[in-house]
Nanobody, 126 residues
Framework: QVHMIESGGGLVQPGGSLRLSCTTS????????MGWFRQAPGKEREFVAA????????TYADSVKGRFTISRDNAKNTMYLQINSLKPEDTAVYYC???????????????????WGQGTQVTVSS
């Protein structure tokens, strides 16, 4: 069974940075597009960023463009999210997932996504 494993979250001050990591147990990430999502308290889970299998296509939510950078290292079976210039509104649990294409991740097509992991908490506060 596939498990998504997110890490790297924490408590940071506004303007700070974090690098989140995502790996999987039970399956390689190489054949799949990968994405990051987040869920803030009291809100629905939302798309953050996605990256294609070959890394040459990335897509971001408007709210994070220019601050977040998604990347992947298939040899390490790991995907990353570099988060800079953090804002209080970035506070959320961050999740990763996989899909056949970045389109399915961007649209959060439930029928095309893998299982959800536990996520990693990012809290931005002074």
């Amino acid at each position: 069974q596939v498990h998504m494993i997110e890490s790297g979250g924490g408590l940071v001050q506004p303007g700070g940075s974090l690098r989140l990591s995502c790996t999987t147990s039970g399956r390689s990430i190489s054949p799949f597009a990968m994405g990051w999502f987040r869920q803030a308290p009291g809100k629905e889970r939302e798309f953050v960023a996605a990256i294609s299998r070959s890394t040459n296509i990335t897509t971001y939510a408007d709210s994070v463009k220019g601050r977040f950078t998604i990347s992947r290292d298939n040899a390490k079976n790991t995907m990353y999210l570099q988060i800079n210039s953090l804002k209080p509104e970035d506070t959320a649990v961050y999740y990763c997932n996989s899909g056949a294409a970045t389109y399915y991740l961007q649209t959060m097509d439930a029928g095309q996504l893998g299982p959800w992991g536990q996520g990693t908490q990012v809290t931005v506060s002074s």
